[in-house]
């Protein structure tokens, strides 16, 4: 495959960890079934594709269950922004992720064409996001001499959210036009939005204290109208508030898949058995060996 979605300020991994993340999306690339399209991307998404791996292996996962998906509250009814207020959107949604952008980044998503905007029409709260636009275009990565990962233009999607009060809440997310989803076929990169697979059927979203929430299900995005997070900082890396709210998805049968029930700073990461290998250019690195936990799994997205 997070933008994968890049949030804010680039945060640096521990050493090593980036090329033994590149080498293992490569391999599970090629070891994939043809696929045209995907194959001429995979050099460019290489870099773009870490961050969703170490946000699926980051969040606390219950996988595989058996139980059945309860009744939830829909998301109400959808409508298409007009020329006019998508063009409005955007501009608001530019000057937010300008505000808060890292000098890396100086000024993202101007070149970005925007593809879908909408709104669900039944939000009355006004901290409850109601507002999404979807926008393409190129993320541009610079060369990082550490990690000997040259300067890629990748093709990436831009998502931000607006609250019914007319607040931005998600101004910058990022996410790769393919990539790959470890620790299950759903991953939150919102607290109210995300992308999934076609293992998954059904999405909800449980904020704390209130009943669960039905997610539109769009071309492999999810969205849910739930209170945003505002007011975010330059420096800002994630969202304290991801963990009051659990995220599971279900398949076409109902069965529950995935729950996320979001960070948990105190929880040890999820660990997977890795085997080294020997690149062509004779460096060294691990790739996982055959998965032995449901976490272990990755996904291709979109599938």
Not at 14 to 36: C, K, N, V, Y
Not at 63 to 68: D, I, L, N, Q, V
Not at 124 to 134: C, F
Request: glycine content about 8%; hydrophobic content about 40%.
């Amino acid at each position: 495959m997070n933008e994968l979605l890049t949030r804010r300020p680039d945060q640096p991994l521990p050493p090593g960890t980036h090329e033994r993340l590149r080498a293992e999306l490569l391999t599970a690339i090629e070891a994939e079934p043809a696929r045209p399209r995907r194959r001429i991307l995979a050099p460019a998404l290489a870099a773009a594709a870490v961050l969703a791996v170490v946000a699926g292996l980051a969040i606390g996962v219950r996988a595989f269950r058996t139980e059945t998906a309860p009744p939830a509250a829909g998301p109400g009814a959808v409508r298409a922004l007009t020329a006019d207020e998508t063009d409005a959107l955007r501009t608001q949604c530019l000057a937010e992720a300008h505000r808060i952008s890292s000098k890396s980044l100086p000024h993202p998503f101007t070149d970005y064409k925007v593809i879908r905007a909408f709104e669900f029409t039944g939000v009355k709260d006004p901290d409850v996001v109601s507002t999404w636009l979807i926008g393409t275009g190129f993320q541009t990565y610079p060369k990082v001499a550490d990690h000997r990962i040259p300067q890629r233009r990748v093709p990436a999607y831009w998502l931000c959210s607006r609250t019914a009060g007319g607040v931005i809440s998600e101004p910058s997310i990022r996410f790769g036009h393919a990539a790959t989803l470890s620790g299950g076929p759903l991953l939150s990169i919102a607290r109210n939005a995300g992308v999934y697979t076609k293992d998954v059927a059904r999405i909800t979203v449980q904020p704390k204290g209130q009943q669960p929430i039905e997610a539109l299900l769009q071309d492999g995005f999810w969205f849910a109208p739930t209170v945003g997070r505002v007011d975010w900082g330059p420096y800002d890396a994630d969202d304290p508030g991801k963990r009051d709210f659990v995220i599971r998805g279900y398949n076409a049968a109902g069965t529950l898949l995935v729950s996320h029930d979001g960070p948990d700073p105190t929880a040890a990461p999820v660990t997977c058995p890795y085997q080294a290998i020997t690149l062509p250019n004779g460096e060294r690195t691990h790739v996982p060996s055959p998965p032995v936990k449901p976490q272990c799994v990755e996904y291709h997205w979109p599938s």
